[in-house]
């Protein structure tokens, strides 16, 4: 059976997260959303048959490749950077966490529009100010809000940020509380259905949880290296 390890790693990832709410946290409900990327589709099986309901993809192609094979009904997210000319593809997923600039989610709000149903949508911040990683600068987070609210076509439910690879300890406290900080800034701008905070991978998520995510996008925690 692949991945026959699953149950015993979402048992301990349950575990970790657990400790995590009880230490620090903020009263919130936390969901494993599994990443499969570079997996084959047997891996959303074996997520869903674990109990998971929630997998993350971070190309559409490949998630709507996988979703043609399983059957399923997990909720699709998209964790990774979406093109805009691809916006029609995500008609299907359950949350867009990687809404990155302001020219992507016009595209994405247009398309909210024209199908007559707003898509539900991350922020995606770059609190670290690394260049290799996309997504708002905090700063302009609050301008952003602003605008967003003329957007019909889009429902903005909070903001999913990633940490440096490798970072210590407060470094993460620093990424984490600022992303925490955009969601209040949205809510406070008058988005009040951003509420969700999607941080931590399976290097951080401990600390990310003790941040306040409601949202934790893990892979390699529970399937394994991933093949290359
Ligand atoms: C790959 C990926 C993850 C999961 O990474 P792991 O370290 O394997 O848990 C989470 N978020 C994003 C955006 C990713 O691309």
């Not at 399923?72 to 029609?88: A, C, F, S, T, Y």
């Not at 809510?187 to 999607?198: D, F, K, P, V, Y």
């Amino acid at each position: 059976m692949p991945f026959q390890d699953l149950p015993d790693r979402l048992a301990d990832v349950r575990g970790v997260i657990a400790q995590a709410q009880a230490r620090g946290g903020r009263g919130q409900s936390v969901t494993v959303v599994a990443v499969t990327k570079t997996y084959g589709a047997d891996a959303v099986t074996a997520a869903w048959n674990a109990g998971l309901r929630d997998v993350g993809e971070n190309r559409v192609q490949e998630a709507l490749a996988k979703r043609a094979l399983v059957d399923v009904p997990v909720r699709w997210h998209l964790i990774g950077h979406l093109q805009r000319n691809k916006v029609k593809q995500v008609d299907d997923f359950h949350l867009v966490h990687s809404a990155d600039s302001a020219r992507l989610t016009d595209a994405l709000a247009a398309h909210g529009e024209a199908r007559g149903r707003p898509l539900d949508v991350l922020l995606q911040v770059n609190v670290s100010g690394e260049g290799s990683k996309g997504g708002y600068v905090p700063a302009d987070v609050p301008r952003e809000a602003e605008r967003l609210l003329t957007l019909r076509g889009l429902c903005i439910r909070g903001v999913m940020t990633m940490a440096p690879f490798d970072a210590d300890e407060r470094t993460l406290r620093v990424v984490f509380g600022g992303a925490r900080a955009c969601g209040e800034t949205l809510r406070a701008a008058g988005h009040a259905s951003a509420t969700e905070l999607s941080m931590g991978m399976s290097g951080d998520f401990a600390v990310a949880v003790e941040e306040g995510a409601t949202l934790v996008r893990l892979g390699t925690v529970l399937f394994g290296a991933r093949p290359a």
